[in-house]
C-alpha cells in the first residue's frame, strides 16, 4: 500500500510541476527586453550583484535616474513633438462642395 500511495504521489508532482514552472506571461515582456533594462539599469549605476543591503533604494534610484535621462532624452530628441500638439503651415479651411444634383 505505501508503494502505492508513493507512486501515486510521484506521479501527481511530475504532472503538476511544469504547470508550477511555467513562467507568468501577463507581463508582456520578452526575456530580450529584460535583459536590455538591466543593462540599462547597470549603465545608470545598479549594481545587482552588491545589493544585499540596499535593495529597493537602490534599484529605486537607478530607475530614477534612468527616466531623468529618458525625459532629457525626450526633449531634446531630433523629430520629436514636444506636448499634445502640433502645428505647422497654415490652416485649411473646408470649402462646401459644388455638387449639382438633377
Request: no cysteine.
Amino acid at each position: 500500500m505505501l508503494k502505492s500511495i508513493t507512486a501515486t504521489l510521484v506521479f501527481a508532482s511530475a504532472a503538476i510541476a511544469p504547470t508550477l514552472a511555467h513562467a507568468d506571461e501577463a507581463s508582456g515582456l520578452t526575456r530580450a527586453e529584460v535583459k536590455a533594462e538591466l543593462v540599462q539599469l547597470e549603465q545608470a549605476g545598479y549594481n545587482p550583484s552588491s545589493d544585499h543591503a540596499t535593495y529597493p533604494s537602490n534599484i529605486l534610484a537607478a530607475q530614477e535616474r534612468l527616466r531623468t535621462q529618458r525625459e532629457e532624452a525626450g526633449a531634446t530628441a531630433v523629430g520629436g513633438v514636444s506636448g499634445d500638439t502640433s502645428s505647422s503651415g497654415r490652416a485649411i479651411t473646408p470649402s462646401p462642395l459644388n455638387v449639382s444634383r438633377p
